[in-house]
């Protein structure tokens, strides 16, 4: 074989050569059969210059055959190594099929040594079922003529490695002639992790093809409504559950803008929300937390909504997806609930304004009916005392006993008059009746109390309900802390600034745990929440820093009459 490309190498060189030579001795005999006729002498000169003509011929072919064939040389050692550093295989036969040249990808491709593979037939490195066809093709190919063509376009070719192993490949065939003789050229790759590759893809767009097809069926199939649109909001997916509830065909709505499905007056608003989301990178949240959102029909009718929205990215594009229903049957009962909740705070708030009447008129004949009766039976017993004979010491210590139990009588009607309605707060204002009423606490609890008053509104000058509301609230506080606390002190603050009334009661005891108050049922906690959520205030029960348990209160007032004017 290298004997058969080194003469095919030379061939070129050494024709040039002849032709230079050839060429000089038809220039030199031109010329003497022009000037032979004049001077005769001329051909002899001719005869010698021919023959050093054909020596310098000879030399110059000569020359140019050694140079030449280094050249060649050189051209196969390049093309040797390029073609043994090929990462693809590259196997040459002969007309017979047997190996003549098998490069270093192909050893690493067989697993066979080249010194093995070199002479061997062609067949050993294919499977024994694709021989017979593989034999057959090389002949059509050779009739054809063509240089060089693909194998395998329709089908994959299979290899035999030296420890008898398969595998896939993809080749192509050239084949050329030299010194008389026909050699056909195979380049083939290992597609092994490629056919794996593509099946494994395969798979995967098989299952992404059912995974979308379930996916649209789930879809289309849901309950609430879903709709996806483009980065200009223009609709691409409109489902089913989309279609009955803005009573709109599909057809009709894809392509179009979102906004023919939102009130013309949250347009702006709408566009400034959906820009805003996507700048911020979250990829779904919950839209109207704090406000009702409306939606409009295909018929121009508005209906309430409550709605999610998301946002991918595919290819480049960004969409949003909104999943929402329509919530008009719970707005309606929400809207019940909060008329009813309403008419019973307000029926709550009669009754205790009730109570606080009833209270007010028991305490008014306490205070001054029986007050005054038993102030009268003090005097007359201290009449009747005085004219009592000494010398009846029994008699005398009788009254004495009796004039005691007066006194304890008179202050038990005060005390009960009290706490039914103190007559301060009525009189003197909600500051002065709290401070008695944390004094009072203090002597009979006997937990120091400290109380402070601040702010810069006047508190005598406190619409009536309100003050009874605060002045009931601070009342079961202070209830609270000697029945269950166990503590030794209490601090209560009362403040009015800028419209309104601020109220602290913290104590040192032993506290109220979160699953405590998550429990609790108490009444009285309920009352007071109630009195304080009527005049659209707040209450809040927490630990406090010092261990106890802190009850904080918020109520905006306004001065007496206010609300009557109004």
């Known amino acids: 074989m290298t004997s058969v490309k080194k003469s095919l190498l030379r061939q070129p060189a050494a024709v040039v050569a002849g032709a230079a030579s050839l060429g000089a001795l038809v220039v030199i005999n031109v010329v003497a059969a022009v000037l032979g006729t004049r001077a005769p002498w001329l051909l002899g000169t001719v005869v010698i210059a021919d023959i050093i003509a054909v020596g310098i011929g000879a030399l110059v072919a000569t020359r140019e055959v050694l140079v030449a064939g280094e050249r ?52 050993r490195f294919i ?21 060089a063509r693909r194998m395998g376009d329709v089908t994959t070719l299979w290899a035999l490695r030296a420890d008898g192993e398969e595998l ?36 995967m767009q098989s299952a992404l093809s059912g995974a979308q097809a379930r996916l649209a069926a789930i879809v289309d199939s849901a309950m609430d409504a879903v709709i996806t649109v483009d980065a200009e909001q223009r609709i691409v997916l409109f489902n089913r559950a989309a279609e009955q509830l803005f009573g709109l065909r599909r057809d009709e709505a894809l392509g179009s803008p979102l906004e023919r499905l939102l009130p013309a007056r949250f347009h702006g608003a709408h566009r400034t929300h959906i820009e805003q989301f996507g700048s911020t990178g ?45 919530i008009t049957r719970r707005k309606l009962a929400e809207d019940e609930l909060k008329r009813s909740q309403q008419e019973l705070r307000e029926l709550s708030a009669r009754v205790l304004e009730a109570r606080e009447e009833e209270k007010t008129r028991i305490a008014r004949e306490l205070h001054d009916e029986l007050g005054q009766l038993l102030t009268a039976l003090k005097m007359d017993l201290a009449w009747l005392r005085q004219r009592l004979p000494e010398s009846d010491a029994e008699l005398s210590a009788r009254a004495e006993q009796m004039g005691a139990m007066l006194d304890r009588t008179v202050s038990s009607t005060r005390r009960i008059s009290a706490d039914l309605r103190p007559l301060m707060l009525d009189d003197l204002g909600l500051a002065d009746a709290a ?57 209560i603050t009362l403040t009015l600034e800028e419209g309104t009334l601020h109220f602290e009661v913290e104590d040192d005891g032993r506290g109220i745990a979160p699953e405590e108050l998550a429990k609790a049922r108490s009444l009285g906690l309920r009352g007071m929440r109630e009195r304080v959520a ?32 109004a």
């Open 72 to 123: 060649s040389e050189a051209s196969e050692a390049r093309l040797a190594a390029i073609v043994d550093s090929a990462m693809d295989a590259v196997i040459t036969v002969d007309e017979r099929q047997n190996v003549v040249l098998f490069n270093r990808a192909a050893e690493q491709l067989f697993r066979c040594q080249r010194e093995q593979a070199l002479g061997a037939p062609l067949e």
């Open 127 to 147: 499977p024994q079922r694709f021989r017979d066809g593989h034999r057959k093709h090389i002949e059509q190919f050779a009739r054809t003529g063509a240089t």
């Open 168 to 203: 896939p490949i993809e080749a192509s065939i050239s084949q050329a002639g030299a010194a008389g003789q026909r050699f056909f050229t195979v380049i083939l790759r290992d597609i092994s992790l490629r056919l794996r590759a593509e099946k494994d893809s395969a798979r």
């Open 282 to 326: 979250t990829t779904s949240r919950r839209m109207g937390d704090a406000i009702t959102l409306w939606a409009l029909r295909a018929d121009g009718s508005e209906f309430p909504i409550e709605a999610a929205i998301s946002q991918a990215s595919e290819g480049g594009a960004r969409y949003y997806t909104v999943i929402l229903r329509d």
């Open 435 to 491: 401070g008695w009423l944390v004094n009072e606490f203090s002597s009979r609890s006997g937990i120091r109390c400290e109380f402070k008053i601040g702010g810069d509104g006047a508190f005598a000058g406190l619409e009536s309900s309100i003050a009874t509301a605060v002045y009931r609230a601070l009342q079961e506080s202070l209830t609270n802390i000697a029945r269950h606390s166990g503590a030794r002190n209490a601090w």
């Open 534 to 565: 009527y005049f659209g205030g707040s209450l809040e029960v927490t630990r406090a820093p010092r261990g106890g348990t802190r009850l904080r209160a918020r109520v905006p007032v306004r001065a007496a009459g206010e609300g009557e004017a």
